[in-house]
């Protein structure tokens, strides 16, 4: 609450033009905005813990950038640097988009803690990118837009999470000269998605992306969302699924608010929405595991809209502009392997530019650590100007 209340005044203060501008001697930086552009920096004050254990130091910045109608907004995110001195060039820069934490302001991957409401995902992620770290990436980690700053975040708005994934280096570069402008974007579930939305050739930035990778990418068929919940109703399919009910209508009305949420739920689906505009996606999965609901849906609810906006957020529509690597679990029960199967090859017919690995009997969150060492070959392959041959050639 102090964090979101600190943000909202920090916003306050950029669009009167009251911050000082430099550094102060408590290690704030800061320039004066009008209004955030894209990439610009509004603050990085240094932290007194690290996330990343291998990291020299991090810091909390503010940056400009724009949701999916190109308005302005004020994001937050981590910046963690190497140990090692930057090489001539700067350090290398991975770019992270963090799966499902939720869509309150306590679920903001930079305010996690020990114990926090989102620590059992974004504390598992860390023990991941301290690796980078190690191995003398720079490592940026937006929040998204919505997450611990003004406005509601619009939980898998492809443009909107791509826009802070991209303009978090460029606010990075300017918040630390040793980080270079050899960059890469990668994420995990909801983060995935972002990763795709990112490669593809409708999002740039004047620091060229090199190539992404997205691990169990979510958002593929999401417009089947209430088809599946009417279809399923009452079975251990839709137990399973409850927990992200919340989320995916929460975000479709913050990116268009004129969808009602409250009004096409059934009933007994209702306070599972107010338990996601409070708590984070563990609090949304308990919940929803004492829910039985015979129904998830109102019978007259007009869910055309729904079914539009999701539809639009569907990964497999994009043409990917930079080489692109997808890792994928077998077992993992939320985002499956069929799926991602369909979805590499649809994105396939766009760009031969893909690569698919699997992991045999890996779960959603073990994928991460499991793929890890495909991951850095990637990375190190279009580094020296090796990318390998995509799984569509």
Known sequence: MLRSVANHVLTALLAVGLTASGCSSGGVRQEPELAP????????????????????????????????????????????????????????????????????????????????PAHSYVGLVDQVLDRWVAAGYAVVQTDYEGLGTPGEHPYLNGVSEANTVVDIVRAARRANPGIGADWFAMGHSQGGQAALFAAAERVRSEVPLRAAVAIAPGGFQVDRTAEFFRARAGTPEVTAALPFLSPLLLGAVAADPGIAADELVADEIRPLLEVGRTGCQDDVREAAARMRPQRVFRDDAELGPLTAYLRSQDPSRLALGVPTLVLQGTDDALVGKPGTDQLVGMLCRRSAQVSYRVYDGAEHRQVLAESLPDAERFVDAVRAGRPPAGTCT
Do not use: M
Request: net charge neutral; aromatic share 4%.
């Open 37 to 116: 552009t894209r990439g610009s920096l509004s603050s990085a004050v240094e932290l007194d813990h690290r996330r990343l254990p291998s990291a020299r130091s991090e810091a909390l910045i503010t940056y400009g950038s724009a949701n999916a109608r190109d308005e302005p907004i004020t994001v937050t995110g981590t910046v963690s640097v190497p140990a090692a001195p930057p090489p001539p060039r700067g350090w290398p820069v991975i770019s992270w988009a963090h799966g499902t934490t939720g869509t309150a302001d306590a679920c903001a991957p930079s305010a996690d803690r020990p114990g926090g």
